[in-house]
């Protein structure tokens, strides 16, 4: 049980003073909604990616993954509508300067907006509401009036001229673009057959106005996402499979599935047939952490339009032609990253027996086994507890630790989620036996080293 509440500065510091998730670029004060993923950060978020994967792509037949390039040629994002309408709606505080998205202030008042309004609609609703709002950094209502502001981040890729802003090429947006144009090679190259999907994990980039609530809301983002493409009448059948899949991949990654709930989108852009959000309970309020869309033929039938491909399928059984619909499914790696360790984090215990302790589902443990030798300064326990770590770190990521007394190298391994401790003490040298702590249960049980390897087989899959 919290004897707290949790709140996401907890999380935050936590995931810094133990190597998770620096701020980019600190010491030169730090670069808005940027962070880097250190030493235990970037084993977690491995993990989380290959959770993802085995159950996208290895575990799937019909599913093949792709790795496309963050570059594409400009047009694509012409033919996708993100450089006409992918924006946000931002007014600018006119006490504090603080940018602000409008949609959000108005939700936060319990009022029904989101970033697909056109900005006359926006701003209705904004003025209608001005005076209930409050800036949340200085507390005034005094607001400039909401402007959509595009989030594609441009660049000078492959122009050599003072005015490349002109045509600029960008970081893309969303990784699915580079799915929707390699949909014809993976066609070509492998033996597929609708229905079936690609995914892909990988960064993508976005001017964010709004960039608070740490790993929530990044400027650079990576994403898993996974598009289906399907017979058009089988579009909303196939679209309840893939709900139901990706619901069931949260149960078997281990979350607790109290906090998460469906959220059903009311306002669609007009080419969708249904949007749904799954939403993760996080400590600063419930919120999306995947989306799992029926999009129509529209991406295809853009992206052939603009490019003068055909894009059309042709049934090799019926020989019937059609552009297929395409359902996705789409999470931030820093969003699970947030879910999984506001999942696992425990404090328990009182005054000095107070720890706090990651219960991260074992499968996504950066480090599986700590082992340490009873004491530092005797070298026949050192020499054998770095054996034992040799063997063991051979099948798994584990840490050698002789750093102060076993009660802080347990307390500093509750805190990065190692399920398992192993320590060699004087016993060892005759009985060859080592005792393993258990994270969860603080449990200790004498293991032969004959027996070590098998018996954290059997644990580390429990
Ligand atoms: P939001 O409404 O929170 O801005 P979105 O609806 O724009 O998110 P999508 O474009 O559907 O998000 O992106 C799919 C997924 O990518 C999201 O569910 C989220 O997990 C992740 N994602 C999107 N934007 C960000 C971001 N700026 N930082 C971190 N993750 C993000």
């Given at each position: 049980m919290l004897e707290q509440k949790l709140t996401l500065e907890m999380i935050e510091s936590l995931c810094k003073r133990r190597g998770f998730v620096y701020p980019s670029s600190e010491i030169y004060g730090g670069f808005a909604a940027v962070y880097d993923y250190g030493p235990y950060g970037v084993l977690l978020a491995n993990n989380i990616k290959a959770a993802w994967w085995k159950a996208m792509v290895q575990l799937r037949q019909d599913i093949v993954g792709l790795?496309?390039?963050?570059?594409m040629h400009p047009k694509?994002?012409?033919a996708s509508g993100h450089v006409g309408g992918f924006a946000d709606p931002m007014?600018?505080?006119?006490?504090?300067h603080s940018r602000l998205r409008v949609d959000h202030l108005l939700e936060a008042i319990d009022v029904v907006a989101d970033e697909k309004m056109s900005e006359d609609e926006i701003n209705a609703l904004f003025d209608a509401h001005k005076s209930e709002i409050h800036c949340p950094k200085c507390g005034n209502s005094n607001f400039t009036e909401a402007k959509k502001f595009n989030m594609l981040v441009k660049s000078n890729l492959g122009q050599f001229t003072e005015n490349w802003n002109a045509d600029p090429s960008y970081l893309r947006g969303e990784t699915c673009q580079g799915i929707y144009l390699n949909y014809k090679n993976v066609l070509n190259s492998c033996r597929v057959k609708v229905p079936f999907g690609i995914a892909q994990i990988g960064k993508a980039f976005r001017n964010e106005i709004t960039a608070r609530q740490f790993i929530f809301r990044t400027r650079e983002l990576e994403q898993m996402e996974m598009q289906y493409f399907v017979?058009?009448?089988?579009?909303?059948?196939e679209y309840e499979r893939l709900?139901?899949?990706?619901?069931?991949?949260?149960?078997?990654?281990?979350?607790?599935?109290?906090?998460?709930?469906w959220h059903k989108h009311e306002n669609l852009v007009f080419y969708a047939k249904e949007a749904y959000d799954i939403e993760y309970a996080f400590p600063f309020g419930t919120?999306?952490?995947?989306g799992i869309h029926a999009r129509g033929n529209y991406d295809l039938t853009q992206h052939g339009t603009h490019s003068g491909v055909d894009m059309t399928y042709l049934d090799p059984k019926s020989n019937e032609k059609y552009i297929p619909h395409i359902i996705e499914s789409s999470v931030g790696v820093g969003r699970s990253f947030l879910m999984v360790i506001s999942d696992s984090y425990r404090?328990?215990?009182e005054d000095h027996d107070k720890r706090v302790v990651l219960k991260f589902p074992k499968h996504l443990a950066p480090i599986k086994v700590a082992v340490f030798p009873l004491l530092k300064n005797k070298p026949e326990l050192v020499s054998r507890a770095k054996e034992v770590f040799q063997e063991l770190q051979k099948q798994w990521m584990c840490e050698f630790d002789d750093n102060?007394?076993?009660?802080k190298r347990y307390r500093r391994q509750d805190e990065i989620g190692t399920p398992y401790c192993v320590t060699v003490d004087f016993d060892t040298l005759t009985d060859h036996a080592v005792t393993v702590r258990d994270r969860d249960t603080m449990q200790q049980e004498r293991v032969p080293l004959s027996q070590l390897q098998n018996y954290l087989t059997a644990h580390l899959s429990a």
């Open positions: 790795d496309s390039a963050i570059f694509t994002w012409i007014s600018e505080c006119k006490e504090c017979h058009p009448d089988r579009e909303m059948e709900r139901e899949y990706r619901w069931n991949y949260y149960r078997d990654l281990g979350i607790d599935m109290n906090k998460l709930k919120k999306e952490l995947e404090e328990e215990g102060g007394n076993v009660g």
